[in-house]
């Protein structure tokens, strides 16, 4: 049990839809990490937020943005979705971007038809 | 190309054997982790090591800053210890200050009874 929760579990968009993402980190937890991970592949970096300004940003286009709140709670929102962003999506949350010991959600698997 | 490389890709072995996962890197990194993915998506950090030694139980970790390489041990294997196994590198700050992991491809690990 890793206190992060991501919702939903499962997600079936098509082509050209927005959607968004949730992801409810520990109290204190300052700093979330949002990851993709297409079949069979690593996890690729999104983005990341620091006590609610994003803090850099990985090789995606603007069309996923995101969002931190005070209560530590995040959101990941992805615009004109395609079919190449169906995969599951990983958040990762720990009191400060340096932290040893990362805690990550179970996933929102997004299928994009 | 993808920047860290683990081997073997799959590894099957027998109960009570001893495991090695090799992971290497390219450039240089302020630390790697080691993190273990089961079926379903969820993420359990394991390690992260900056240098030198680590161990957790029947888990050792191990890095070679000079030669980029890591790896990790599982001494006495048992069935449930079958599971992805991935290791993450941090490169230190991007643009503004992120600390994003970039992700090997995992090492799918089965040990059969």
């Known amino acids: 049990e890793t206190g992060v929760t991501q919702s939903p579990t499962h997600l079936i968009k098509t082509r050209g839809q927005q959607v968004t993402l949730r992801c409810s980190s520990q109290?204190?937890?300052?700093?979330v990490s949002w990851y993709q991970q297409a079949l069979g592949q690593g996890p690729q970096f999104i983005f990341q937020?620091?006590?609610?300004?994003?803090?850099g940003r990985g090789n995606f286009p603007p069309r996923f943005s995101g969002l931190q709140f005070p209560n530590y709670s995040s959101e990941l929102n992805v615009n004109a979705l395609e079919l190449d962003d169906s995969a599951l999506y990983l958040c990762?949350?720990?009191?400060?971007?340096?932290?040893?010991?990362?805690?990550f959600g179970s996933g929102t698997q997004l299928s994009v038809l | 190309k993808n920047e860290v490389e683990q081997s073997p890709q799959n590894l099957t072995a027998q109960e009570g054997e001893f495991i090695t996962i090799n992971c290497s890197y390219s450039?240089?990194?302020?630390?790697l982790h080691w993190l273990q993915q089961h079926p379903g998506g969820g993420i359990v950090s394991l390690f992260m090591?900056?240098?030198g030694k680590k161990k957790h139980g029947r888990l050792i970790a191990t890095i070679n800053i000079q030669e980029k390489h890591s790896s990790l041990h599982i001494t006495a294997s048992h069935p449930r210890d079958s599971a992805v196994y991935i290791c993450?590198?941090?490169?230190?700050?991007?643009?503004?200050?992120?600390?994003?992991?970039?992700f090997g491809k995992g090492t799918h690990l089965i040990i059969q009874p």
């Open positions: 990762a949350s720990s009191p400060h971007p340096r932290d040893e010991k990362l805690f």
């Open positions: 109290s204190g937890h300052n700093t």
């Open positions: 937020y620091y006590r609610e300004e994003e803090n």
């Open positions: 450039v240089g990194i302020s630390a």
């Open positions: 090591l900056s240098s």
């Open positions: 993450a590198d941090r490169r230190g700050s991007m643009g503004g200050g992120a600390d994003g992991l970039t």
